[in-house]
């Protein structure tokens, strides 16, 4: 029986943040083009029939920016993703309308020009729908963005239960061997789900779903058996200029096999964003550190926590998490002071000043 080999990761920020400006990733790539990352990063998919990420930036010509710009990719990224081996990404997320519509619509244009299919455009109030047929299956991807950062002219699909089920809908009259959904939700920093989103994870599984991929918190949170279906709550960064602390620099990569009529297999591979930003292979299996739950009918805590009990940890760990992570970004930026750009620094005194009017 044929199998396919998917692969799955987290965010792939191609830009630089606004503290990173002139030495993000944008800014490497701007002047290697990614040469010295290719060969690690194609050791990750070089055995992938579909390997898929999420694109948390546009991409917009070089012209158009110097490394002098945040939250931009460069075109070129687009050729270099088809190098790696990604053929597929979702383009529903809260920074894809960092350069308005005219950098959405340069981002489908690159990509289509380089055969790198994309998921969440806004079609008929929900995503458009992809279908990859591969060793005589037919694999259907839709993708969804629930973080409203910029308001959104009708570009991609915004993430509401009712969208996501309508198309599960339309995926039902596809005849597809597997449904996969990209979810870009959730809050930043905290390695569990909130139960909002489990219950809405178990409700598009009951109604179709084979595999739920999410992303968003820029870290690791459980990956969750149910039923049938498979739901990666949150895959963490893939590759991303947050580095000031272990918990975003952690991340996960998931392989999965697809076979007609058997049940989905998948391992995990644990990595880590290097200094340069890409990320590398942990090797030393600890596992458990990645917060992977299998085979589980449900997200539980230790002691069987209740539902009440449940969310009252969510809510402290995730203001606990928030400052914790804010605290470190705000000491990775002293530490680097030298290397801080001049826009960088206009950008902190403009936001003091707005806090300090505020007060």
Request: glycine letters at 6%; charged letters at 25%.
């Amino acid at each position: 029986m044929k199998k396919i080999s998917l692969s799955v990761v987290g965010d792939i920020f191609p830009a630089n943040l606004h503290y990173t400006i002139g030495f993000g990733i944008e800014s490497q790539f701007y002047n290697h083009q990614g040469k010295p990352w290719l060969q690690r990063l194609h050791s990750f998919f070089k055995d992938s029939d579909i390997a898929f990420g999420n694109l948390e930036s546009p991409l917009i010509k070089d012209d158009q920016f110097a490394t002098t710009n945040c939250f931009a990719g460069s075109n070129k990224f687009a050729s270099f993703l088809k190098q790696v081996g990604i053929n597929i990404v979702s383009i529903a997320n809260n920074h894809i309308l960092e350069q308005g519509p005219e950098g959405f619509y340069s981002t489908l244009r690159y990509l289509e020009d380089n055969q790198i299919r994309y998921i969440g455009k806004k079609t008929n109030n929900f995503s458009n729908i992809v279908t990859i047929k591969c060793k005589g299956m037919k694999i259907g991807f839709a993708g969804f963005n629930a973080i409203q950062d910029a308001k959104n002219p009708d570009l991609y699909a915004e993430y509401k239960e009712d969208f996501v089920l309508k198309a599960l809908k339309k995926m039902d009259r596809m005849n597809l061997d597997y449904k996969i959904l990209s979810i870009h939700w959730g809050d930043e920093f905290i390695n569990i789900p909130s139960l909002k989103q489990i219950n809405a994870a178990h409700k598009f599984i009951d109604n179709g779903a084979d595999i739920i991929v999410g992303h968003h918190p820029h870290v690791v949170q459980p990956v969750e058996s149910y039923k049938k279906g498979l739901i990666f709550y949150s895959l963490g960064n893939f590759m991303s200029d947050m580095i000031w602390s272990k918990n975003v620099r952690k991340g996960m990569m998931a392989n999965l096999t697809l076979e007609k009529g058997e049940n989905i297999k998948f391992d995990v591979v644990p990595i880590f964003i290097g200094k340069n930003y890409i990320p590398y292979r942990i090797h030393n299996n600890k596992k458990n550190d990645y917060y992977l739950k299998k085979n589980s009918e449900s997200i539980s805590l230790p002691n069987e926590y209740s539902t009440k009990k449940y969310q009252k940890f969510y809510e402290r760990k995730r203001k606990i998490n928030l400052l914790s992570e804010r605290i470190m970004m705000k000491l990775f930026l002293l530490k680097h002071l030298n290397k801080l750009s001049s826009k960088t620094m206009n950008i902190f005194l403009k936001n003091l000043l707005t806090k300090i009017k505020v007060k």
